[in-house]
């Protein structure tokens, strides 16, 4: 069975992430007020949210029991 090639990111997940909420930021900040800028809001909102609870969920505090 020939195997996948699988690309590796160019960047950690939370760099990435960091990234695309400030990008999401910036597009959504120049469009007028209304339900498009509040989406892209609300996306910028959601990456920030997914790269902080990565940062806790790969934390040294919080390792499993042995």
Same mark, same amino acid.
């Given at each position: 069975?020939?195997? %996948?090639?699988?690309?590796? +990111? ?5 760099? $990435?992430? %960091? ?12 469009? +007028? ?8 809001? $609300?996306?910028? $909102?959601?990456?920030? %949210? ?17």
């Amino acid at each position: 069975m020939p195997r %996948t090639q699988r690309n590796q +990111p160019s960047s950690p997940l939370p760099d $990435r992430l %960091t990234l695309e909420a400030m990008r999401l930021k910036g597009e959504a900040n120049e469009l +007028p007020p209304g339900s498009l800028r509040d989406a892209g809001i $609300r996306k910028a $909102r959601q990456a920030v %949210t997914a790269s902080r609870l990565n940062e806790w969920l790969s934390s040294p505090g919080l390792q499993a029991p042995k």
